[in-house]
C-alpha cells in the first residue's frame, strides 16, 4: 500500500456532538471510513456549550490553552479540547475550537428561540477557520489535506494560499472543499471581510465577493485545490443550473474539471435494522415480517390507528424550502383519497407546522405530526413506514432515501441530486427499488404516489422492491476510497 495520508476534517456540525442535518452524519462516517482505508485522520469542530463535557468525556489539551487567533483588529483566544468517535475497529480523534464568546450558546447558527440567525455568523467563522489552523501549528500534526465542508469552513483554503502561503508548515499542505449545500453560502455585508485579515485585493468577483457581499463560499471555490459534492447529478446541476447553482453556477463551472461529485454513504453502525436499539423490533431480509411490529409501535406512538392494508409513508426533515414540503401541503387532499397514512417528522418552520397542524384536524385518523429534533424517532420512522416520501425541490445528496431502502421501506423521491442517483424507479416484474417523479408539481408527487399505493396492493411484487432495496451497498468505503485517491492525486 502507499503511504498513509494525514487528513484534518473540518466541520461544524459532527454527529453525535451537535447536528442539524446530514452533514453531521457525513463528518462523522466519513472520517471513520477513511481511517479504515488506513489513513490518519482527525477531525475539528467548534465546542458549542450543548456539547456535555461530561457524557462525551472531552479534556483540555493544555498546551493548546489561550491561542490567540486574530479576528480583525483582535486577538481572541482559543481553547481546545479533545474527545474520540469511533467504530469497531477505529478511534478517531475529535478537537473542539472552544471560545466562550463564539460557542457558549445554545444553538448551533441561531437562537432555538425565534429561530434567528447570530448577528454574528461571520465573526464566529472567521474565529474557527483561523482558530483551526493557528491550533494546527501548535499541534505540531502536519496533515497532508485539509478537508473542509461547507460555508463554515470556507475561509481555510483562502487563509492557506495567502496568509499562511510562506509558513513552512503549511506550504505543502492541500486543501478539499465539500460542497454539501449550495443554497448556504455565509454572505455577509462588505465590511465583515475586514474582520477575515484576507489580503484586501482579494475583495473581487474572481476571489471573495459575490454580488457586493462577501461570500465564504464562493472563497472557497476560488481557492480549494479540489472541490466535490455530495452526488454526481448535483456536481451537474449545479454548474448549469442558475436555480440550483444559486447564483454562483457560472462561477462554479469555470472549475468543473476540479469539481467532482462523490456520493454519500450511510453509517451502517448506526443505521441497522437488525442491531438498531431505537426501534421497536429488529429484523432484516430474512425476518422481514417482523417489521410490521414496528409499523404498529410507531402508529400507537402518532396515536393512530393501525390498519394492515393501508400504507403508512413516513417523512424526516428540515422543514426548509428545499425539502418540498409545500408540494405535500398542495396535495393533502388528494393524497389523503388514495387511503394512505402519513406520520411526519420535521424541525423548522413554524409557519409550515400551522398548516400541517391544521390538515391534522381534518384527518386527525391519518396523519400524525411531531415537531421538533429527535433521532431515535427518526429510527422508529424508517423501520415502521412502508413508503418514505422525500419531494425535494433540490437534494444535493439525501440521506433518508438510503436509510429507508436499508430498512426495507420504499422511497417515493423527486428525481433531482443524490435522490436521483439512488433510487432506482419502479420498472414492473419486481424491478427498481423507489418511484420516482420529474417534475417539481403537486400533480406529479401524487402520481406518484398513486403508482406506489398500486404496487403496495401486491404484497409479492412489493416484497421484491423492499428486498432490492435491502440489498442495496450505500456503505461508505466506496465513497471513502474515492476520496483517498482524489487526495492522492492532488499530492502528487
Ligand atoms: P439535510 O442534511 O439536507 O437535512 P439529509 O437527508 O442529508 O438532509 O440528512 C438529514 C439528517 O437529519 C438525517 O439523518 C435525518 O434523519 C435527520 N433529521 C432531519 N430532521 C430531523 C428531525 N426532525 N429529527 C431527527 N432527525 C432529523
Ligand atoms: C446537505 C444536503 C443533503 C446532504 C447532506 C450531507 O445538508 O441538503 O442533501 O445529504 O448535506 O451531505
Redesign the pocket.
Known sequence: MSRPLNILFVSSEV?PFA????????SSALPKAIKECGHEVRIMMPRYRFISERKFKLHDIIRLKDIPVPVGNQSELANVKSSFISNLKDKVQVYFIDNAKYFGRDGIYQSPVGKKDYQDNDERFIFFCRGVLETLKRLGWQPDIIHCNDWQTALIPAYVKTLYASDPFFKSIKTVFTI??MAYQGSFPPESFKKSNLPKELFTPEHAEAYGKFNFLKTALAFADAITT?SRKYAEEICTSPDLGAGLDGFLATRRKDLHGIL?GIDYQQWNPLTDEHIYRKYDTKSIEAKVDNKKALTQRFGLEYHEHVPLIGA?????D??GFDLVLEAMDDLMKLNVQFVL????DAKVEKKFEAFQKKYADRLGL??????P???LI?AGSDMFL?P?RY???????M?SMRYGTVPIVRATG?LDDTVEDYAGNGKGTGFKFEKYDAKELVKAVQRAVKVYQQPDEWKKLMKNGMACDFSWVHSARQYGSLYKELLK
Open positions: 454527529e447536528k442539524t442535518g446530514g452533514l453531521a452524519d457525513v454539501h449545500n455530495v454519500n424526516i426533515s428540515r422543514l426548509v428545499q425539502k417528522l420535521g424541525s423548522g411531531f415537531f421538533g429534533f429527535d433521532e424517532l427518526a429510527h424508517e422525500m425535494s437534494e444535493p445528496c439525501g440521506l433518508n432515501q436509510y443524490g
